[in-house]
Nanobody, 115 residues
Protein backbone atom coordinates (compact mmCIF):
# COMPACT_ATOMS: atom_id res chain seq x y z
CA UNK A 1 0.00 0.00 0.00
CA UNK A 2 1.21 3.47 -0.89
CA UNK A 3 0.38 6.56 1.10
CA UNK A 4 0.71 10.03 -0.34
CA UNK A 5 1.05 12.91 2.09
CA UNK A 6 0.69 16.42 0.74
CA UNK A 7 1.66 19.76 2.22
CA UNK A 8 1.27 23.31 1.04
CA UNK A 9 -1.84 24.94 -0.31
CA UNK A 10 -3.78 27.73 1.31
CA UNK A 11 -4.93 31.21 0.41
CA UNK A 12 -3.03 33.49 -1.95
CA UNK A 13 -3.82 36.70 -3.78
CA UNK A 14 -4.09 36.76 -7.58
CA UNK A 15 -0.63 36.82 -9.06
CA UNK A 16 0.83 35.11 -6.02
CA UNK A 17 2.66 31.81 -5.63
CA UNK A 18 2.25 28.60 -3.71
CA UNK A 19 4.24 25.39 -3.50
CA UNK A 20 2.74 21.95 -3.03
CA UNK A 21 4.77 18.97 -1.91
CA UNK A 22 3.86 15.29 -1.84
CA UNK A 23 5.76 12.47 -0.18
CA UNK A 24 5.11 8.82 -0.93
CA UNK A 25 5.55 6.16 1.73
CA UNK A 26 4.68 2.56 2.34
CA UNK A 27 5.34 -0.38 0.09
CA UNK A 28 6.82 1.30 -2.95
CA UNK A 29 8.29 -0.33 -6.01
CA UNK A 30 8.58 2.53 -8.45
CA UNK A 31 6.20 5.45 -8.46
CA UNK A 32 5.75 6.22 -12.12
CA UNK A 33 4.38 8.64 -12.90
CA UNK A 34 3.89 11.06 -10.04
CA UNK A 35 1.95 14.21 -10.51
CA UNK A 36 -0.86 16.53 -9.60
CA UNK A 37 -4.51 16.73 -10.52
CA UNK A 38 -7.06 19.28 -9.44
CA UNK A 39 -10.80 19.38 -9.00
CA UNK A 40 -12.83 22.54 -8.68
CA UNK A 41 -16.42 22.52 -7.38
CA UNK A 42 -18.80 21.16 -10.00
CA UNK A 43 -16.00 20.16 -12.34
CA UNK A 44 -14.23 16.94 -13.25
CA UNK A 45 -10.81 16.12 -11.87
CA UNK A 46 -8.17 17.17 -14.37
CA UNK A 47 -4.47 16.66 -14.83
CA UNK A 48 -2.31 19.62 -13.89
CA UNK A 49 1.18 18.21 -14.34
CA UNK A 50 2.98 14.89 -14.26
CA UNK A 51 6.53 13.66 -14.16
CA UNK A 52 8.00 10.26 -14.94
CA UNK A 53 10.88 8.69 -13.06
CA UNK A 54 12.96 9.25 -16.19
CA UNK A 55 12.48 13.00 -16.03
CA UNK A 56 9.79 13.53 -18.66
CA UNK A 57 7.16 16.07 -17.70
CA UNK A 58 3.74 16.98 -18.99
CA UNK A 59 1.62 20.02 -18.28
CA UNK A 60 -1.96 21.02 -18.90
CA UNK A 61 -2.20 23.91 -21.32
CA UNK A 62 -3.75 26.13 -18.68
CA UNK A 63 -0.63 25.99 -16.46
CA UNK A 64 2.17 26.04 -19.01
CA UNK A 65 4.64 28.76 -18.20
CA UNK A 66 3.20 29.27 -14.70
CA UNK A 67 3.57 25.94 -12.87
CA UNK A 68 6.65 23.75 -12.57
CA UNK A 69 6.70 20.14 -11.45
CA UNK A 70 9.75 18.50 -9.96
CA UNK A 71 10.40 15.14 -8.34
CA UNK A 72 13.03 13.37 -6.33
CA UNK A 73 12.98 9.67 -7.15
CA UNK A 74 15.17 8.73 -4.22
CA UNK A 75 12.84 10.40 -1.73
CA UNK A 76 9.58 9.53 -3.54
CA UNK A 77 8.57 13.18 -3.56
CA UNK A 78 6.96 15.42 -6.12
CA UNK A 79 6.49 19.15 -5.86
CA UNK A 80 4.45 21.68 -7.77
CA UNK A 81 5.58 25.28 -7.83
CA UNK A 82 2.63 27.44 -8.79
CA UNK A 83 3.28 31.02 -9.88
CA UNK A 84 1.03 33.73 -11.26
CA UNK A 85 -2.06 32.14 -9.73
CA UNK A 86 -5.36 33.38 -11.10
CA UNK A 87 -8.98 33.23 -9.92
CA UNK A 88 -9.39 30.23 -12.29
CA UNK A 89 -6.90 28.13 -10.32
CA UNK A 90 -8.75 27.48 -7.01
CA UNK A 91 -9.39 23.79 -6.48
CA UNK A 92 -8.42 20.80 -4.42
CA UNK A 93 -5.07 19.68 -5.71
CA UNK A 94 -4.50 15.94 -5.47
CA UNK A 95 -1.17 14.21 -5.52
CA UNK A 96 -1.22 11.13 -7.74
CA UNK A 97 1.15 8.25 -8.15
CA UNK A 98 1.00 4.98 -10.01
CA UNK A 99 2.86 1.82 -9.17
CA UNK A 100 2.32 -1.68 -10.51
CA UNK A 101 -0.72 -0.52 -12.50
CA UNK A 102 -2.45 0.84 -9.39
CA UNK A 103 -3.30 4.49 -8.86
CA UNK A 104 -2.93 6.14 -5.49
CA UNK A 105 -4.20 9.53 -4.40
CA UNK A 106 -3.50 11.96 -1.63
CA UNK A 107 -6.27 13.72 0.25
CA UNK A 108 -5.62 16.98 -1.55
CA UNK A 109 -4.80 20.42 -0.15
CA UNK A 110 -7.16 23.26 -0.98
CA UNK A 111 -5.81 26.15 -2.99
CA UNK A 112 -7.75 29.40 -2.82
CA UNK A 113 -7.01 32.50 -4.86
CA UNK A 114 -8.70 35.64 -3.67
CA UNK A 115 -7.96 39.28 -3.07
Amino acid sequence: QVRLMESGGGLVQPGGSLRLTCVGSGTIYILNPMGWYRQAPGKERELVAGATSGGNTTYADFVKGRFTISRDNGKNTVALQMNSLTPEDPAIYYCHARTRATDFWGKGPLVTVSS
